[in-house]
């Protein structure tokens, strides 16, 4: 997945069934990145909490310099080591 960094910011969006436990977690993120912020937000009408609904984690990462980063997500459980996925995001900045 490629994600361009704009305004100093990229936004990763993730798909994944909150309702199930699992969550995706920032397994990688280079030195000079910030991780600024990271929710979840559940498709379907809003204020509707429908079970087993899927959604949108969202991370919000600053990207101070121009240049390309790699950072690695996994999809787990909180109580559990192993990652039932992972993915790999290529964050490209520049400034033109």
């Given at each position: 997945m490629e994600v361009t960094a704009r305004g100093g910011r990229a936004v990763v969006r993730l798909p994944v069934h909150g309702t199930?436990?699992?969550?995706?977690?920032?397994?990688?993120?280079?030195?000079?990145?910030?991780?600024?912020?990271?929710?979840?937000?559940?498709?379907?009408?809003?204020?509707?909490?429908?079970?087993?609904?899927?959604?949108?984690?969202?991370?919000?990462?600053?990207?101070?310099?121009?240049?390309?980063?790699e950072l690695t997500f996994a999809l787990r459980r909180p109580w559990e080591s192993q990652a039932l996925e992972t993915r790999t995001v290529h964050i490209r900045r520049t400034d033109d």
């Open positions: 199930t436990g699992h969550e995706w977690v920032l397994e990688s993120l280079p030195e000079s990145l910030r991780l600024v912020d990271e929710h979840y937000v559940q498709e379907g009408v809003p204020g509707d909490r429908m079970v087993g609904a899927g959604g949108v984690h969202v991370f919000t990462v600053e990207v101070p310099e121009a240049g390309s980063y």
